[in-house]
């Protein structure tokens, strides 16, 4: 007993022509730097204008630091030893009231609070928390030159002061400096102007480029929906010139495929009834004839022609002027395998339950009709198969025929093109059932392609997109 085709489906791996959507995805440079960008316009483009601020920013900064930061913080911590060295050097020369005054008077004059801590040693004082600050490099080699004392440093107790205490000979001099005369707010202001302003410029490109990629990504959308065969309206022109010039050639080629389109159809409408009048005179004519073995033999040829010219109207006429409608494409693929069983074809169906789908029902239910007659003219049964994927819908028709070549896939799409070389219409048809089925696909944004069957025979694999 055969597998069931959903899944001899899953298990068979497509040997499907992409989507052109399907193709730039696959066709994406596999190098780490270029997966790592961003594929929209967008994305790009942000990135365009953003790398150079990023590259300005890093340049002056590490400028900053390096230069101005470097030297302002060198001149304050200077600043700093030098007021702490001075005192010290006035405690050697004054009494201890004298020394109590100039510890009174310094949070006033040099922001800086002294406390003398007599008879007390480094090796007494807790180690501080380990921490680090941006100005300890330059403050302790500003003590080492001016101070040239044991010192210890404390960046952690205090919030708001860095605690210095130096050995002195007859004790420790504790001294309380403030934050603000070892750091320059210019470092604030230039951190928030470079922040701020980098914020300001990347909402304006984001503002300016999303306008521009709106324009392009519409005219991408309507150029999808033409190419399906949707109708295109309210298309306006926008956006910068080069995207409203290529807007602008969109709509004079959409408005010349458009009349191409009902010139074709206006065309063969007198065609048919040209060719359809003589072969009902023939006919007609034949029929009155009575019966015989060269009347029955003109009749024959009669029918074969009007078979033969019905197939040319049909390719020729295309998709005509019909609209695509929402359609429950489950229900549209029953209609046709019903009509195929009346027919005497043994079809089966698997399907889900609902899928409602934007499409012309009547030009796809010939196209489903083509691959079906197709199958069952050269296998004794049909498997018809819907499986809906991530980017469409697959409809896939199994049979157990002899099959294609696959070097013959190909050119079975080509007008008239058959496989019997016999000009047989009972046996090989006039060779344009796949062009039409293509035809159709394509016209709805999908496509059409033949692969083996896991039932033996042909598998005709038609891919509707969302």
């Known amino acids: 007993m055969s597998s069931s085709p959903i899944d001899e489906a899953l298990a068979v791996p497509a040997e499907t022509e992409m989507a052109p959507a399907e193709v730039a995805r696959t066709a994406a440079p596999r190098g780490l730097l270029k997966r790592a960008l961003p594929r929209s316009l967008f994305g790009r483009s942000i990135i365009i204008i953003v790398t150079p601020l990023i590259l300005l920013q890093v340049i002056a900064t590490w400028i900053f630091y390096e230069r101005h930061w470097d030297t302002v913080a060198r001149r304050l911590s200077a600043n700093v030893a030098g007021d702490i060295a001075l005192v010290i050097e006035t405690m050697s020369i004054v009494d201890a009231d004298e020394r109590d005054r100039i510890f009174a008077s310094a949070p006033g004059l040099a922001e800086l609070q002294f406390t003398y801590e007599p008879g007390k040693r480094l090796t007494d004082l807790a180690p501080p928390a380990a921490g680090h600050s941006i100005v300890e490099t330059p403050l302790i080699g500003a003590l080492n030159e001016r101070v040239r004392r044991p010192y210890r440093l404390d960046f952690t107790t205090d919030p708001h002061r860095v605690l210095v205490a130096v050995q002195l000979p007859g004790g420790v001099l504790d001294v309380a400096v403030p934050r603000q005369r070892l750091y320059s707010s210019t470092t604030y202001i230039f951190v928030l102007w470079m ?164 499409l012309r029902p009547n030009a796809l239910k010939r196209c489903i009709a083509n691959l079906l007659s197709n199958a069952r003219r050269h296998g004794s049964h049909v498997w018809l198969t819907a499986l809906p994927g991530r980017n469409g819908i697959d409809i896939l028709v199994d049979d157990d025929g002899p099959g294609v070549p696959a070097e013959q896939r190909e050119l079975v799409f080509r007008p008239f093109y058959r496989l019997d070389r016999s000009r047989n219409v009972a046996t090989g048809g006039v060779g344009l059932g796949l062009t039409i089925a293509r035809d159709v696909a394509r016209g709805h944004g999908g496509d059409l392609t033949l692969e083996s069957s896991p039932q033996g025979g042909l598998r005709a694999r038609l891919h509707l997109p969302h």
């Open 195 to 358: 922040v701020g302003s980098s914020i300001v410029l990347f909402a304006v490109a984001s503002l300016f480029m999303r306008n521009q990629v709106r324009a392009l990504r519409r005219l991408a959308d309507a150029a999808e929906s033409f190419g399906k065969g949707r109708n295109v309206e309210r298309f306006k022109l926008e956006g910068a010139a080069e995207i409203r010039q290529a807007a602008a050639a969109f709509l004079v080629m959409r408005d010349r495929i458009q009349r191409q389109i009902s010139q074709r159809t206006e065309m063969l409408a007198g065609v048919s009834h040209d060719l359809r009048t003589p072969l009902t005179r023939m006919k007609l004519a034949l029929a009155l004839l009575g019966d015989g073995l060269a009347i029955d033999e003109l009749k024959s040829d009669v029918a074969e022609m009007e078979k033969m010219v019905q197939g040319y109207l049909d390719f020729a006429r295309g998709e005509g002027t019909e609209a695509p409608v929402e359609t429950d494409l489950p229900l549209l693929l029953e209609e046709v395998a019903a009509t195929a069983r009346r027919d005497g074809a043994s079809v089966s169906l698997a399907a889900p339950a609902e899928y409602p789908l934007l």
